[in-house]
């Protein structure tokens, strides 16, 4: 079956320092999904990557979708104290879009 | 607009009991999703909902865990009997159609811990 796998699984940078987290599937993805969940709370939604090759930025959030389309990386430029938390990826792929998330990438950021 | 809503909150049970968890999808959204989130692991997809229809539930561990959408809009999880290793975060998702394009939005959980 399909397999997402994510690394690092922790990662504690000093607070300025950026961070990037990686992801790869064993499978050709029909897009890719990435989420981020507090301490204690639920995933929530980032951004969505379809298009291979395809790049997309939130403020300090870089998304990235490999050629192939069974990779993507996110990273965050100058980490903040707010960007505490475990980001996920979610690769879709099959005719129903089943969604496999990986581990997912704890982060730590000290102040 | 009001995000999904699970219930309960946090639940604790003895080994062999029953169980059932309630999810009330984001109002319109036609599948809904049913994950277990082990402690320190990702969500696993247990079982996917496309209005009252089963998508898919090739994880669902079927001699344990049942799941409805009768009306195709709230739903319930069940375990029967409990193990040890069932306790997890389950988390309920909806979105709006299921395409790809389709964002999934998560409720808050129901924390189970089996004694």
């Known amino acids: 079956g399909q397999q997402v796998m994510q690394i690092p699984q922790y990662q504690h940078v000093q607070e300025g320092e950026d961070f990037t987290t990686y992801c790869n599937s064993s499978t050709t993805l029909s897009n890719i999904q990435w989420y981020k969940q507090r301490p204690g709370g639920h995933p929530v939604f980032l951004i969505q990557l379809v298009k291979s090759g395809e790049v997309k930025k939130q403020k300090r959030l870089t998304f990235q979708f490999g050629e192939a389309k069974k990779n993507s990386s996110l990273h965050i430029t100058a980490t903040q104290t707010t960007d505490v938390g475990t980001y996920f990826c979610?690769?879709?792929?099959?005719?129903?879009?089943?969604?496999?998330f990986g581990i997912g990438t704890k982060l730590q950021v000290i102040p | 607009e009001a995000g999904v809503a699970q219930s309960p909150r946090y639940k604790i049970i003895e080994k062999r009991q029953s169980v059932a968890f309630w999810c009330n999808p984001i109002?319109?959204?036609?599948?809904l999703y049913w994950y277990q989130q082990i402690l320190g692991q990702g969500p696993k997809l247990l079982i996917q909902f496309q209005n009252n229809g089963v998508v898919d539930d090739s994880q669902l561990p079927k001699d344990r865990f049942s799941a409805e959408r009768l009306k195709g809009v709230d739903s319930t999880l069940k375990i029967q009997p409990a193990k040890l290793e069932d306790s997890a975060v389950y988390l309920c998702a909806s979105s709006f159609s299921g395409t790809p394009q389709e964002t999934q939005y998560f409720g808050p959980g129901t924390r189970l811990l089996v004694l």
């Open positions: 109002s319109g959204h036609a599948t």
């Open positions: 979610a690769g879709l792929s099959g005719g129903y879009q089943k969604v496999t």
